[in-house]
């Protein structure tokens, strides 16, 4: 796999068709999913702006970076970086409002960012992104907020909790891709700051904060299929973790608890059977970021108390079992995003300040 790269041609392109530049394409793994089962470090680049509390989401051969600040919320970005997996290169684009601490979504063709922090206040803009007309178009949650979640499954991208002008909120806004239409619906608790992740017709909410500060172990189930949603719990209450799905698993890790500070804790949630079961990080950590691709669910970065980190755990969904690697460069608050068989961590803050690094991980036989 070569090393990440920006071509200068591409990188002035109002996010381009996959097809704009006419580079020669990286072949797709063939064969059947199941006989890739190695994740690999593929090399190391920078996103057109340093950043953090961003946003990112994958869609088809395209992994989006969304937003953010370098500043903790004085400067604000509209930026939008997106690499072409299959292309190996990477455009540049805006939303149409700055902002931080918002969330991302991606199926259906559509790839959607909502909600943050703008410089006026709390947001309730969501820039949709028709990756098939290759055109963006704006619509509106039902509350502006900040620090919610998203997360998508077949032709539906949620947008849920967060907080607002009013404190913590239970709002969910669902879209659906297809029709272009927005319905609502709330959450068991209200609470900001959780984390969403989504395998199969399961679209998960867990933990976060609620209006005092305090973490909840709390955990909504939406199922697409059935279209109810159900509660359930983590196996401790916390904050600043992350979570992915992959495969019949869906997986929260690391975070931040209220007796016990930073934790390794790994809690796993079996799709199929609504069992879950337990595991551990290599190291304990928050404000890391995770990944799901066929077969491998990935946790990046972090703080673990004395510096930020570089530490990469790798879990598989079949064998049950972890391996490590790093990124190239310690950092926290970073963002995380996959397609295809590709995944790109970027951004965050490191040692010196915010960052620009871009790294990318393979799954491989």
Not at 28 to 33: F, I, L, R, T
Not at 163 to 188: E, P, Q
Not at 282 to 303: C, H, M, Q, T, W
Request: a negative charge; charged letters at 15%; hydrophobic letters at 40%.
């Amino acid at each position: 796999m070569k090393k990440i790269f920006i071509t200068p041609i591409c990188a002035v392109i109002l996010l381009a068709a996959v097809t704009s530049c006419s580079k020669k394409s990286t072949p797709e793994p063939g064969g059947s999913e199941s006989g890739f089962t190695t994740v690999t470090y593929g090399g190391a680049s920078n996103i057109s702006v340093a950043r953090s509390q961003f946003a990112a989401a994958g869609l088809n051969g395209s992994i989006f970076f969304a937003g953010g600040t370098s500043d903790n919320g004085t400067t604000l970005y509209k930026t939008v970086d997106a690499y072409d997996v299959l292309q190996n290169v990477w455009f540049t684009g805006n939303l149409s409002e700055a902002r931080y601490l918002l969330a991302g979504a991606a199926t259906g063709g559509k790839v959607a960012f909502g909600g943050g922090r703008s410089s006026t206040g709390y947001s309730d803009v969501v820039d949709v992104f028709d990756i098939n007309k290759n055109v963006w178009s704006v619509a509106h949650l039902s509350e502006a907020r900040s620090g919610l979640a998203a997360a998508a499954a077949g032709n539906t991208i949620i947008f849920a909790g967060g907080k607002g002008a009013g404190g913590v909120t239970d709002a969910v806004d669902i879209y659906n891709t297809s029709t272009n239409t927005w319905t609502t619906a709330h959450l068991s608790v209200a609470r900001t700051g959780l984390v969403a992740a989504t395998e199969g017709t399961k679209i998960l909410f867990a933990g976060g904060d609620d209006n005092a500060g305090v973490p909840l172990n709390t955990v909504d189930i939406y199922d697409l299929g059935t279209q109810t949603w159900s509660v359930s719990n983590l196996s401790t209450a916390k904050d600043h973790f992350a979570g992915a799905g992959a495969g019949d698993k869906i997986v929260f890790g690391g975070g931040h608890t209220v007796a016990g500070g930073l934790v390794n804790t790994v809690d796993i949630y079996d799709v199929t059977t609504n069992a879950w079961t337990t595991s551990q990080l290599s190291e304990a950590r928050e404000d890391l970021a995770a990944v799901g691709i066929p077969n491998k669910i990935v946790f990046a970065g972090g703080y673990k108390g004395s510096g930020s980190s570089s530490t990469v755990d790798a879990y598989d969904v079949k064998s049950g079992k972890w391996t490590t690697l790093t990124i190239s460069t310690p950092r926290n608050m970073l963002a995380g995003a996959g397609a295809q068989f590709a995944i790109v961590f970027a951004g965050g803050i490191g040692t010196s300040g915010p960052e620009k690094a871009a790294d990318l991980f393979v799954l491989s036989n």
